[in-house]
Structure formats: structure tokens, C-alpha cells
């Protein structure tokens, strides 16, 4: 069965610093991962989504992320934090026919 | 453009209660999906349809029950309503047949009160 995990439940960077939120996936076949973002009190937007070719992805508002399948990972990435960034950051893994599982989720705090 | 319609956005209820929650995905998106997320928690996959058959169910109660309509619109029963029912309910709805091999579009959730 596929699973999530998000080791960060929560992670504080100041505005203008460089984030990483780490995911690691367990998926018995090649993984769809996507991440999501969801603000207080919101639905769940997707931020970026990997289904194959380049690892490299890149998502809306400034963010990527990078497929490492040795590492059973898709950590998201920002070069430079916004204040208008806070919020809770979900990581989803499906299937051609499984729907997604989302990790825990990592509460994002942006600092002044 | 069209987003997925959740109604009602709040609710709240009695325990032993019945409720009824309905989703309208986005036009000509056949797959439909429920989730539920509980205070701080992370949302929790309950059933999904395509093309009005059930698809794929997860951790949904036995006290809930959800279909999908010929217009695609579901509906997701709960009945007997616990207080750990309280949750935020996500719709989100797919193009293109099963799996969450394309994109799968959220409402803005269906925020449950049991009280």
C-alpha cells in the first residue's frame, strides 16, 4: 500500500530564506506525487505534480521539487520565502489506479 | 473557470444526526473523490467514484454512504453522527477516468460540526 510520510511537522524560515520541506514515499510501482498547499480554513491547491520524465518539476508560485526515486523522495523547494507563503504543505502519492494518500502535512511559518 | 462545488460550506449537527453533504466537480470530470480531515490532521482518502460506480473506498465508516449521480454530482450520508465526526470534507474531482493519474481539482470543503 502506498504511504507518506513528512518527517517536519513544522518548520519556521525567515522571509527571503530558502526552504526545503522534505517527503518520502513508500509505492510498490513507478509513484504519481504531487504536492499541495492549503491555507486556513482552505481547500487544498496543488502546487506541482510528477508523473514522469524530467525530476526536476516546477510549480506555481516559485516552487519545485525533484523525484529522487533512490531516495524515495520529493522534497519541495523555494529559493526565496514570501511572507504569503504560510501555510500547510501536503504530500500526495497515487497510482495509475489508486487514488492519492497525503503525508501529514508540514506547518510552514514565515519569520519578518 | 469552474471549480468544485461543495455545499453546504458549514454545518452543524446533533449527535445521532443525519447529514448530507453534495459535491458538484468540475464539468466533464467523471471521477470523484471524498476525503476527510479531522483538527490538525491530514485528509484522509474515504471512497471515490468514476462514471457512477464506486472505485476505490478507504477509511469511510460503515455509518456513511456516498454516491455518484448521472449528472456526476455525488453525495456523501453520514448518519448516527459522532462527535469525532467533526471534520472539514473534501470533494475533488478528476478528469479522464480513475486514479489520480491526472490532476485531481479540490472544493473548498464542507466544514461538519457534531455537537
Known amino acids: 500500500a502506498q504511504s507518506v510520510t513528512q518527517p517536519d511537522i513544522h518548520i519556521t524560515v525567515s522571509e527571503g530564506a530558502s526552504l526545503e520541506l522534505r517527503c518520502n514515499y513508500s509505492y510498490g510501482a513507478t509513484p504519481y506525487l504531487f504536492w499541495y498547499v492549503q491555507s486556513p480554513g482552505q481547500g487544498l491547491q496543488l502546487l506541482l505534480k510528477?508523473?514522469?520524465?524530467?525530476?526536476l518539476v516546477q510549480g506555481i508560485k516559485g516552487f519545485e521539487a525533484e523525484f529522487k526515486r533512490s531516495q524515495s523522495s520529493f522534497n519541495l523547494r523555494k529559493p526565496s520565502v514570501h511572507w504569503s507563503d504560510a501555510a500547510e504543505y501536503f504530500c500526495a502519492v497515487g497510482g495509475r489506479d489508486n487514488d492519492m494518500r497525503f503525508g501529514a502535512g508540514t506547518r510552514l511559518t514565515v519569520k519578518p | 473557470a469552474a471549480g468544485v462545488i461543495q455545499s453546504p460550506r458549514h454545518l452543524i449537527k446533533e449527535k445521532r444526526e443525519t447529514a448530507t453533504l453534495k459535491c458538484y466537480p468540475i464539468?466533464?470530470?467523471?471521477?470523484v473523490y471524498w476525503y476527510q480531515q479531522g483538527p490538525g490532521q491530514d485528509p484522509q482518502f474515504l471512497i471515490s467514484?468514476?462514471?457512477?460506480?464506486?472505485?476505490d473506498k478507504g477509511s469511510i465508516p460503515d455509518r456513511f454512504s456516498a454516491q455518484q449521480f448521472s449528472d456526476y454530482h455525488s453525495e456523501l450520508n453520514m448518519s448516527s453522527l459522532e462527535l469525532g465526526d467533526s471534520a472539514l470534507y473534501f470533494c475533488?474531482?478528476?478528469?479522464?477516468?480513475?486514479?489520480?493519474?491526472?490532476?485531481?481539482?479540490f472544493g473548498q470543503g464542507t466544514r461538519l460540526t457534531v455537537v
Open positions: 475533488a474531482s478528476s478528469p479522464e477516468g480513475t486514479g489520480s493519474n491526472t490532476e485531481a481539482f
Open positions: 464539468p466533464r470530470h467523471d471521477t
Open positions: 510528477y508523473f514522469s520524465g524530467d525530476t
Open positions: 467514484f468514476y462514471e457512477k460506480m464506486q472505485s
